[in-house]
Nanobody, 123 residues
Framework: QLQLVESGGGLAQPGGSLRLSCAASGLSLDYYAIGWFRQAPGKEREGVSCINSGDGTTYYTDSVKGRFTISRGNYETTVYLQMNSLKPEDTGVYYC???WGCGDYTPTNFDYWGQGTRVTVSS
């Protein structure tokens, strides 16, 4: 059973940076696409970014392109989300999740989820 744990959230000022980590246990992340999702208060969970297994193709929602970078760690047990130039609208609980492929990184297509880490962007 794959288990995912997110970390790295916190408070950041607008324009600041945070790096989120998604650590896996139970199974290797080698064969899974890993997606990052966020849920702002009162809003639905949305896909932010995803990285495929194999070729490592990455995807980003338009609002984070050029600011966020998703990557895999060296030992295939961790996936990172580097978030730069943060904006107040990036505030929310960030989740990582695993699936067989990114597809259109719709939350319902992902089978394994972490518990989330909270990101607050505020001055």
């Amino acid at each position: 059973q794959l288990q995912l744990v997110e970390s790295g959230g916190g408070l950041a000022q607008p324009g600041g940076s945070l790096r989120l980590s998604c650590a896996a246990s139970g199974l290797s992340l080698d064969y899974y696409a890993i997606g990052w999702f966020r849920q702002a208060p009162g809003k639905e969970r949305e896909g932010v970014s995803c990285i495929n297994s194999g070729d490592g193709t990455t995807y980003y929602t338009d609002s984070v392109k050029g600011r966020f970078t998703i990557s895999r760690g060296n030992y295939e047990t961790t996936v990172y989300l580097q978030m730069n130039s943060l904006k107040p609208e990036d505030t929310g609980v960030y989740y990582c999740a695993a699936a067989w492929g990114c597809g259109d990184y719709t939350p319902t297509n992902f089978d394994y989820w972490g518990q989330g880490t909270r990101v607050t962007v505020s001055s």
